[in-house]
C-alpha cells in the first residue's frame, strides 16, 4: 500500500498554508484594536507561517535534486 500524497501534494499545500497564514497575521496585525474578545498570538502565527515557507522550500528543493540523484 503506497501512501496516497505525494511530494508535489504535499508542496501544495505546504504554500497555500504558509501564504493563508502569512495574510491572516497582517491582517490581524492592522486590524489587532477591532478585535477585542479574539486572542491571537501574531507572532506565533508569523512564526509557523515562516516555518510552513521554509519546509515548502525544503520540498521544491527536494523534488529538484531528484532527477539528479536518479
Do not use: N
Not at 500524497?5 to 484594536?33: F, G
Not at 507572532?43 to 520540498?59: C, E, H, K, P, W
Request: aromatic share 10%; no cysteine.
Amino acid at each position: 500500500m503506497s501512501f496516497p500524497l505525494s511530494l508535489w501534494d504535499i508542496s501544495l499545500w505546504l504554500a497555500v498554508m504558509a501564504i493563508i497564514l502569512l495574510i491572516t497575521s497582517e491582517l490581524i496585525s492592522s486590524y489587532s484594536q477591532y478585535l477585542g474578545g479574539i486572542i491571537i498570538e501574531k507572532d506565533r502565527l508569523r512564526l509557523v507561517a515562516l516555518m510552513l515557507g521554509i519546509s515548502f522550500m525544503f520540498t521544491v528543493i527536494l523534488r529538484a535534486m531528484t532527477p539528479l540523484i536518479e
